[in-house]
């Protein structure tokens, strides 16, 4: 039932991912052919623009002087019409410029801007095209630009745009301009738009398989590791949304890219035909004057007027002049249209002008006009750059001698302000527009164009940049538009100003992009509140239907817990037990023996030596477990000092060489010349407790061998170690020896005595310390216990600190106060100090102490019970200390758990011990305090 419900889900799944699938493959195809349609529609729209404005700007006077033959190669006119295209050609992205014409039902090429090595190129001019389209004659008989391709000839493949120049009398197709591109790069320009589109489809694509495979897998885990995948929808339409707002972004951005491209090319085309509008008239009334001259040598200055007030051309623009040849061969001006221009001012002669006679001579070896290179001339307004055009007139003799020789009668000369001729057509056409900005560059420089006037004028810059194909395309927006003229390669480069940035904005794209991310946040939102309300509410199901097995299951593990904390509790309190009756009844039976009469000295002195044992070993017991007792309910409290480690190992292991002489142990300290000085700042009480924890252990564990303790530097820590040959730990075993009331063996046959507290008090107290232990060991090869602490000091900072050392301040026949409540007590304290030749008073509480120390200045000590009735010995000693600071002080108690002695201390005691007192260490204290007494 379970199998045939998962396939019915599965099959559900595949099915809505595979109709997903396919509207993702469907819409992602649509926008890829919209895009790569888009994008070819603009290659052919630019191609067909820059044809069509190369087409209308070339001569056709010079197309009439060519053969389209071999011959023409030599002749100026194809010269300069080549020149021409390779100068448009290096503005425009183009693989070749090129020209055909139908000569005897062939196309043939003309002129082209391709180098003569080029495999691309035709080569020699009269050259046959021997695979042309359908489209390539269709031109010549339907005269209209067209796009075609991509074709495929003996040349190559190429996407072509072709536009006809035409004859301006007969309006015969005179050539056909042509300008290629590779297919390869239009092709490239396709597959570039449709990456994007395609990126994003597969990207879809990959979340949606993606998603349900997560979600799949999600459902199939348990309840509670579903529930940390729930946002698994969430996320999903985020990044999906976010994908889909982006892309459609991305799309109306493009849309209005296009959108402001109309507009910009409508408001630069139209800026651009006044230009051309007014260049081609100053052409064409110079090519009247030319026949004006032609047709009559003898012209006065009353006709020459006339024929100027005639052509209505603002002499300001464009001054014209004409300067007939003398029987010297000079050229002196006669006539001028500007009398106020100080350069063509009649009488001048041109030929004393260097530029001027080389391009008059130019002029006259290819009978074409010639134009100079853009001059600034001093004085001219607005900085214009002013361009001298020189347009020979010739007559011909025949119709006079009958000789056909041509014969030159004269030069017109043109001087053309180049800014106000390129901005005077947009300020008289009242359609100056600061939002486009037009640009005039200079093409017949050999490197980049120069930029020698602008429309508006207030634009131009006197400090231009390079005009290369990278700088052009910098713009988002731009029109390029060839101007040939004086017989000189021209452009004009139409670009927006930031007017026509600031009036047409693009706030659509932000438009959109805002509302995508508030749906997106918005969808995202919705799915996440669904998808918690479902979770919420299958959890609390879930939660109820789960209370039963979780109260079952913890019925279980609080059953096992119970068993065994039991066996644990059993096995502790039978071995706390035995800790403490054993040497109990080891006090009270040999107690009992001493107090016999009969009993000989040997046995009296080795019966005392058992009591004191026994009784070592009671308080060693009670006071491991009033410190477990601190470590586990936090009540340690942890005073840090500075101290030698070593010195303290030293001292430690001192301690317990007595009992491993008595098991033939050899015990030894290992420590390096350069860690014998290592310093800490740490709890030295409780280091203390560690290192005699482990070297208790050792000693207990290990019946034959030796037991090495040492230390080492390892980076900013200390690592202590106490190694023995002992009887090991097994692996299982070393899980639980560092845990509170657990020994190896926990049975009544084990072999050894103690509480199993000190490995637990070492690990505690190191935890409190920052610090922590570790063991290696086998069973029967011995062990190896490691403890770090932090080093918290530098190497420098180490220096020797002896130990302080006390004088004896007291007098030979001074008193010893004894403030004790307890009556056994006092009594031993009185027969010690006694026979030792003190003298002696005694107290039962701690008001009657300070009544004796502010009355009797003979009290040289105090031996100061801490808990006693009326007032404690903590209180009575800071009274005693206020009365008398240089009264010593020693504390007497039964707390003996840590941190005991720092309270007695912080109350004014000068020294502490702690009960039972040992009878030596009693007098060696107050030895440090008080002279021997007389006697």
Request: neutral net charge.
């Amino acid at each position: 039932m379970n199998g045939t419900k998962n396939m019915n889900g599965l099959i559900r799944y595949i099915a809505v991912g595979i109709f997903a699938a396919l509207l993702i493959l469907l819409a992602g195809w649509w926008v890829m052919k919209f895009r790569s349609a888009e994008v070819d529609s603009r290659i052919r729209a630019e191609m067909l623009a820059q044809v069509t404005d190369l087409a209308r700007t070339i001569d056709p006077d010079n197309i009439k002087a060519l053969d389209f033959s071999a011959t023409d190669s030599a002749l100026p006119s194809y010269k300069r019409i080549r020149s021409q295209m390779r100068a448009f050609g290096r503005l425009i992205y183009q693989r070749g410029i090129y020209s055909m014409a139908l000569k005897n039902d062939k196309i043939v090429f003309g002129p082209e801007n391709y180098d003569d090595r080029d495999p691309m190129g035709a080569g020699a001019p009269g050259t046959v095209y021997e695979n042309p389209t359908p489209n390539d004659f269709l031109i010549f008989n339907a005269g209209k630009p067209i796009v075609i391709g991509p074709n495929k000839d003996e040349y190559g493949t190429f996407i072509s745009a072709l536009a006809p120049v035409f004859d301006p009398v007969t309006e015969k197709v005179l050539m056909v301009v042509g300008i290629d591109i590779l297919s390869d790069d239009w092709q490239k320009a396709i597959i570039t738009s449709i990456i994007l589109p395609g990126i994003y489809t597969v990207l879809t694509l990959l979340l949606l398989v993606t998603g349900l495979f997560l979600i799949r897998k999600r459902n199939k885990l348990p309840r509670e590791k579903r529930f940390r995948l729930r946002y698994v929808e969430t996320i999903y339409m985020a990044v999906t949304c976010a994908l889909l707002s982006a892309y459609i972004t991305i799309l109306i951005h493009e849309s209005a890219l296009r959108e402001r491209y109309y507009i910009f090319n409508q408001h630069a085309s139209t800026q651009v035909e006044y230009i051309r509008g007014f260049h081609e008239k100053i052409r064409q009334e110079v090519q009247s004057l030319k026949k004006f001259f032609e047709s009559d040598e003898e012209v006065d200055s009353i006709e020459f007027s006339k024929f100027l007030n005639a052509m209505a051309i603002n002499p300001g623009v464009f001054t014209i002049a004409w300067a007939p040849r003398d029987d010297m061969g000079r050229f002196y001006v006669k006539f001028s249209s500007n009398h106020s221009d100080r350069t063509l001012t009649a009488g001048y002669d041109l030929t004393s002008n260097q530029t001027f006679q080389k391009l008059i001579e130019q002029s006259l070896q290819t009978s074409l006009s010639s134009g100079s290179e853009p001059q600034f001339i001093p004085g001219n307004t607005f900085g214009n750059a002013t361009v001298f055009s020189f347009n020979p007139v010739f007559i011909n003799e025949s119709r006079k001698s009958g000789k056909l020789k041509d014969s030159i009668v004269g030069i017109i000369v043109g001087a053309v302000h180049l800014n106000l001729m390129v901005d005077s057509p947009m300020q008289n056409s009242g359609l100056n527009q600061p939002m486009i900005v037009t640009d005039l560059l200079d093409l017949n420089q050999a490197g980049n164009p120069a930029l020698v006037a602008t429309a508006p004028r207030e634009h131009f810059k006197a400090e231009n940049p390079d005009f290369t194909l990278q700088y052009i395309r910098n713009f988002t927006f731009s029109k390029m538009t060839p101007i040939f003229m004086f017989g000189r390669s021209y452009a004009l480069f139409s670009h927006p100003s930031n007017v026509f940035y600031g009036k047409f904005p693009d706030k659509t794209s932000w438009i959109s992009g805002i509302i995508g991310l508030f749906v997106t946040i918005s969808f995202t939102f919705f799915v996440c509140f669904i998808r918690n309300q479902q979770y919420s509410l299958e959890r609390v199901v879930s939660q109820r239907t789960a209370e039963l097995s979780d109260r079952v299951k913890e019925m279980i593990v609080a059953k096992n817990q119970a068993e065994a904390s039991d066996k644990l509790k059993t096995a502790f309190l039978n071995n706390i037990s035995h800790e403490v009756r054993t040497p109990l009844n080891g006090i009270l039976g040999f107690s009992g023996l001493l107090a016999q009469p009969d009993i000989p000295e040997t046995d009296r002195t080795e019966f005392y030596a058992l009591l004191k044992e026994s009784s070592n070993r009671l308080m060693s017991t009670i006071t491991s477990y009033m410190d477990m007792s601190l470590l586990v309910t936090g009540n340690m409290v942890v005073t840090r000092k500075y101290f030698i480690p070593a010195q303290v190992l030293e001292l430690i292991t001192e301690q317990h060489q007595h009992r491993c002489i008595l098991k033939t142990l050899k015990l030894s300290i290992d420590i390096s010349p350069e860690d014998q000085k290592l310093g800490i700042f740490s709890d030295r009480e409780l280091f203390e407790k560690i290192f005699n924890a482990l070297l208790d252990n050792a000693v207990k564990f290990t019946a034959t061998g030796e037991i090495i303790t040492g230390l080492k530097q390892i980076d900013k820590r200390i690592e202590f170690f106490v190694r023995d040959t002992g009887s090991g730990v097994t692996v299982e075993a070393q899980k639980r020896i560092f845990e509170t009331f657990m020994q190896e063996e926990l049975l009544h046959t084990r072999g050894y005595e103690g509480s199993g507290l000190g490995l637990s008090i070492a690990s505690e107290a190191l935890r409190l310390l920052g610090g922590d232990i570790r063991v290696e060991s086998e069973k029967n090869s011995g062990s190896i216990f490691y403890f770090t602490l932090p080093l918290n000091v530098e190497p420098n900072q180490i220096t020797d600190t002896p130990e302080p050392t006390c004088e004896s301040v007291g007098k030979s026949d001074g008193i010893i106060l004894i403030a004790e409540d307890d009556e056994a007590n006092r009594l031993y304290f009185q027969t010690i100090l006694k026979k030792s030749g003190y003298n002696i008073i005694t107290v039962g509480n701690g008001e009657l102490a300070v009544s004796v120390c502010r009355s009797n200045p003979a009290v040289s000590l105090v031996l100061m019970d801490l808990k006693m009735p009326v007032m404690d010995g903590f209180q009575a000693t800071r009274i005693i200390k206020s009365l008398r600071s240089d009264l010593p002080v020693i504390a007497i108690t039964a707390f003996a758990m840590t941190g005991d002695d720092r309270k007695a201390i912080e109350s004014g005691c000068d020294d502490y011990l702690t009960k039972p007192i040992n009878k030596d260490l009693l007098l060696k204290i107050i030895s440090k305090y008080q002279s021997e007494p007389n006697g």
